[in-house]
């Protein structure tokens, strides 16, 4: 391989982590030139695959030493372009940090390291009734790692909170090489001091790499209650969301699917959802026996008070699963109904989803685009996506600039840019729409003290002049997610 | 007033009490401008936590920010200035039926700003989790003056750092708390407590714990009741159908479970409070559920309650000689959260610096560089 010739620091990093784990030919290296946004590329000069914190720390040190971008890289799920390589910089892969280190029941939590696959947690405890709580859709791919550089949510996380919740402390390689233990590593609930874990959490790697991580782990629930609904458009849909949470019901999730989402959703899956209507909802209610039924009763009261056409629930397990499915692999599904969509993530107050859905409509109405929307409508975490065909010329730049307005929207209405895709790449330059110079100075002031000189992920999550001439591209669904195996959002 | 506004046993200089937040930041600006040290103290509940600051030329009295800036009741959200005592959002609260489900010792007089910078909490973390699982945006006050926000109002969000995780239990150490968003909750139909007479580390409440029938909102072990007090809220079908699945699993182990009254319940909770500014020695240990059981403790030691999923309140005399030595020897997880005035300043209140310090460090300098802000009172002199 040419390259071995010619970089010199392929040999150091290979003496620290194996030949085989220090990737620097060509063809190699374009597997890591972007993550889930794919519209971004740049090919980074050398990947390392590290097993241990030891060698995680001595990669960061000798990049350090040679003043190269460091960028983390989890499974490459991100949909922010947040493990997008820096230019002449190293990836740091945790690929081969799968393993679980320790699994402590009576003190509900697990000690393990970043590579290991989300529902890979659950697994494990399933036969000893418990839990990891946090689902992203990509949850059968995903890396815990990347949970904690992204703050990973889920449909579930409405009632159960997110990684941020959940994430009890961490073993963290810091720019200098040096590694620390923050947060509650030792069987303690808290630490004393800063709560450094809460701010790593959803830092986008932009603070360190996190090389071993303790999660706290839950007791499965005695009864789960699944119910689907469907109303005649997304304002029933949504004035039921908004019932039954003022009404102080707390499901494990809401989510809400579209006309346009069910279509591609039943097409993909081949759930069996009525295609004539305009909307519908999929809601878990989950705890105590006695409490669920009467949780579920309530619920079903306020979608039919709201204009819910039928209420059902699934006839098993399984067919509860199919559900489930479907609405995890929705956003591959839109390739049934559009060859190219642009997905969005924002937030927006509970009680406006309604009136939020009539607006994005417009939008989509006025640049003459589709706009489909499947999303978790119990806390108003917006996924709308917005269908476009990228052989008609300026279908593409015309479908981003509706994406883009679609934040504003959010923003319009006191959201967020984004509930839980991160900012990376992509909306670094919406970043200075939500929050004033001053907010992104001080937010600057943490990144500082952790990092003072900016190695890791550069470029990523703070606008910059530079940045913001760029132009993301289409979104192009990953080869996993086109076959279901694992969805979106 | 100003001797029940000493922070860690030190008087300051001066009160200042701004009007609202405006005046807040000028005030800080003015005090910065100045190299003016400074303090940040809302209802004065927890003044003995932490330290003594090095210095101390002013405190700043956030109580007069008491406004309500957004309350969304069907979107399970507030915003409220810093000020706000908890009586007073409780009952702006309850107005909608809702609640923040945060334990604070005096709720007449402590403030949403205070129960942030101290973290405070109680029993019903067992349920809803800290206050750092609550709040969802912060409004600030930097050292410098500047305003900053982080957060938001919605209740899911990824923009950006979260600032408002970082301003938990930080002690006014990075600046002043102006605002904060917090998640609120229904206020159930039903609340009912029990008290089953066993020990915190006891096979029935292992069991409890265990069981997928029981989802206890609160749990407390209160020795001075001689045992574990469960909370259930929720539906009265669901609360009934629950304490007789509790009273049946106790009466496996041999225990009887006793219905607590509001009175009583109330009693279990005052008992913690009633010790604050009395002079003893007071901490809290950090633990976990197993872990507690083997929790090395001095002899004397009262415990004033504990709560055996995340840690024990406990207490001793001011003048109680094991506790020298017991401060000299702790581990991490003990925090002082109040000593004898005869060892302030040579007792530290939270012990070894953790590992990370030199981040906090880093993070402290960052703010403050000419450590202003409650100088010295913070975890390894910050």
New interface residues.
């Given amino acids: 391989m040419p390259t071995l010739a010619t970089d010199p620091l392929h040999a150091r990093f290979a003496a620290i982590v194996g030949e085989r784990h220090a990737i620097s030919s060509p063809s190699e290296l374009r597997t890591y030139e972007c993550d889930g946004l794919l519209g971004y590329r740049i090919r980074p000069r050398i990947v390392v695959l590290p097993a241990t914190t030891e060698e995680v720390a001595a990669c960061v040190r000798l990049a350090h030493e040679h003043r190269l971008p460091i960028v983390p890289r989890g499974a490459g799920t991100g949909l922010s372009g947040g493990a997008l390589p820096a230019e002449g910089g190293i990836v740091i892969g945790t690929a081969r940090m799968t393993r679980i280190l320790d699994v402590?029941l009576?003190?509900?939590?697990m000690r393990v390291q970043p590579g290991v696959i989300n529902l890979e947690l659950s697994k494990q405890l399933a036969p000893h009734?418990y839990y990891y709580a946090p689902d992203p859709s990509s949850q059968s791919v995903c890396t815990i790692g990347g949970n904690v550089a992204?703050?990973s949510?889920g449909a579930h996380?409405l009632k159960y909170?997110?990684t941020?919740?959940h994430v009890l402390g961490a073993r963290i390689v810091?720019a200098d090489g040096?590694v620390?233990?923050?947060g509650?590593c030792?069987?303690?609930?808290?630490?004393?001091?800063?709560?450094?874990m809460?701010?790593v959490?959803?830092?986008e790697g932009l603070l360190g790499i996190v090389t071993e991580i303790v999660v706290r782990i839950l007791?499965?629930?005695?009864a789960t209650r699944t119910l689907f609904a469907t109303f005649p458009s997304t304002d029933e849909a949504g004035t039921a969301v908004?019932a039954i949470?003022?009404?102080?019901?707390?499901p494990a999730a809401i989510e809400m699917c579209d006309q346009l989402a069910i279509e591609a959703i039943v097409a993909a899956t081949g759930v069996d959802w009525p295609l004539d209507v305009g909307a519908a909802l999929l809601m878990d209610v989950d705890?105590?026996?006695?409490?669920v039924e009467?949780?579920a009763e309530a619920a079903q009261g306020l979608m039919r008070a709201s204009g819910a056409i039928e209420i059902r629930a699934p006839r098993d397990e399984a067919e509860r699963l199919l559900m489930w499915k479907g609405r995890k692999a929705a956003f591959a599904a839109m390739g049934r109904i559009s060859p190219n969509y642009h997905v969005q993530d924002g937030?927006?107050?509970?009680?406006d989803i309604a009136v939020v859905l009539r607006e994005i409509a417009q939008l989509g109405h006025d640049a003459g685009l589709r706009i489909a929307n499947v999303f978790?409508a119990g806390?108003?975490?917006l996924h709308p996506l917005v269908l476009y065909d990228a052989r008609v010329p300026g279908e593409e730049a015309k479908a981003e600039a509706v994406a883009g307005e679609i934040l504003r929207v959010c923003l319009r209405h006191?959201?967020?840019?984004?509930?839980?895709?991160?900012?990376g790449r992509d909306?670094a330059c919406y970043?200075g729409e939500?929050?004033?110079e001053?907010?992104?100075?001080?937010?600057k002031?943490?990144?500082?003290?952790?990092d003072?000189d900016g190695i890791f992920n550069p470029d990523k999550?703070f606008p910059t002049p530079r940045l913001c001439g760029d132009r993301p591209g289409p979104y192009v669904p990953h080869a996993i997610e086109r076959s279901g195996e694992a969805g979106r959002g | 007033m100003s001797d029940r506004l000493s922070v860690a046993g030190v008087t300051p200089g001066r009160v200042l009490a701004p009007a609202d937040r405006i005046e807040l930041a000028s005030i800080v600006r003015d005090l910065a401008a100045g190299g003016r040290t400074f303090a940040f103290v809302g209802g004065g509940t927890d003044l003995e936590l932490g330290n003594p600051p090095r210095a101390l030329d002013a405190v700043i009295r956030t109580t007069a920010l008491d406004r309500v800036i957004d309350y969304a009741p069907e979107d399970q959200t507030i915003t409220v200035e810093a000020g706000m005592r908890l009586a007073a959002l409780d009952t702006l609260l309850a107005q909608h039926e809702q609640l923040l489900p945060i334990d604070v010792g005096d709720r007449q007089n402590a403030t949403v700003g205070g129960a942030i910078a101290t973290n405070a909490f109680g029993a019903r973390r067992h349920r809803y989790g800290s206050i750092k699982d609550l709040i969802v945006g912060i409004e600030i006050v930097r050292p410098d003056g500047v305003t900053a926000h982080g957060g938001g109002k919605v209740v899911k969000n990824v923009a950006g750092f979260d600032l408002p995780k970082l301003m938990v239990g930080s002690l006014g150490t990075l600046g002043g708390i102006a605002s904060a968003t917090l998640r609120v909750f229904p206020k159930p139909a039903v609340t009912r407590a029990v008290l089953a007479r066993t020990a915190a580390d006891g096979a029935l409440l292992r069991a409890a714990l265990d069981d997928p029938s029981l989802e206890p909102s609160a749990v407390a072990h209160h020795p001075a009741q001689g045992g574990v007090v469960l909370t259930f809220a929720g539906s009265a079908a669901s609360v009934d159908g629950q304490i007789a699945h509790f009273a049946a699993l106790a009466a496996t182990h041999g225990d009887a479970l006793e219905e607590l009254d509001r009175d009583a319940l109330r009693r279990c909770e005052a008992a913690e409070a009633a010790v604050r500014g009395s002079g003893a020695w007071r901490w809290t240990t950090s633990t976990s559920i197993a872990r507690a059981q083997t929790l090395a403790q001095p002899a004397a030691t009262a415990l004033e309650v504990g709560y055996p999923t995340f840690g024990v309140v406990l207490a001793s005399a001011a003048d109680d000689p094991s506790l020298d030595a017991f401060a000299a020897q702790r581990d991490s997880a003990t925090v002082f959260r109040a000593l004898p005035a005869r060892v302030r300043g040579t007792v530290d209140a939270w012990g070894e610096p953790p590992p990370a310090w030199r981040i906090m460090r880093a993070l402290k300098h960052n703010f403050d560089p000419q450590g202003l802000c409650n100088p010295g009172r913070f975890v390894g002199g910050l």
């Fill in positions: 402590d009576p003190n509900r939590r009734g992204e703050n949510g996380c909170g997110f941020v919740n810091l040096s620390v233990d923050i509650a030792d069987g303690a609930a808290d630490a004393p001091g800063y709560d450094l809460g701010v959490v959803g830092s007791r499965k629930p005695q908004s949470i003022s009404h102080g019901i707390l705890g105590v026996a006695l409490e009467q949780t937030v927006i107050p509970r009680k978790h806390d108003g975490n006191g959201g967020s840019v984004t509930g839980e895709h991160g900012v909306k970043l939500q929050f004033t001053d907010d992104l100075a001080t937010m002031l943490v990144r500082a003290a952790f003072p999550l």
